[in-house]
């Protein structure tokens, strides 16, 4: 892999960290505004279909519904962890605010990532877990601690 590639890589990842907190605002106002943070979070989801759909009209890559039968039951609980990750942002987020529920969510994520890639499950390349990542997760833990002080 280049090193403009790595670059443009952590910049994604970087850009999709801002965009959840971001997110979380507008749904959380989204729900206020409409008083239902269950239609929130569904009209955030039709935009984003739409948006998806858009992208595969334009990209034109052939697709047959055929290959939804070979799927696995497990293939498919992707799209309510999604659902639940923007409720919980609408719902959560405004309450305990933008700062600390993005770091609770980075810990969660941490935390499910070590495991993840201990066990190499999910398709991740196996990584075992070490004293430095434990270090690194109980100074995760400690930031939302120290948050949560304020």
């Not at 990750?85 to 529920?101: E, H, M, N, T």
């Not at 770091?103 to 201990?118: I, N, R, T, Y």
């Not at 398709?123 to 601690?145: M, N, P, Y």
């Amino acid at each position: 892999m280049t090193t403009q590639a790595v670059w443009l890589f952590l910049a994604m990842a970087f850009l999709a960290g801002v965009l959840m907190s971001t997110q979380a605002g507008i749904n959380g106002l989204l729900a206020k505004e409409l008083s239902n943070v269950l239609v929130a979070t569904t009209i955030s989801f039709i935009v984003g279909l739409c948006a998806l759909l858009i992208l595969l009209m334009i990209q034109r890559d052939t697709f047959h519904l055929s290959s939804l039968k070979q799927l696995q039951w497990w293939h498919w609980i992707g799209g309510l962890m999604g659902a639940y990750l923007v409720f919980s942002a609408a719902f959560v987020a405004p309450r305990i605010g933008a700062l600390l529920f993005m770091a609770l969510v980075l810990a969660g994520q941490l935390f499910s990532a070590l495991v993840l890639d201990h066990y190499g499950w999910l398709g991740f390349k196996e990584s075992a877990i070490s004293w430095g990542k434990i270090a690194g997760l109980v100074l995760i833990f400690t930031g939302v601690w120290l948050i949560r002080r304020g």
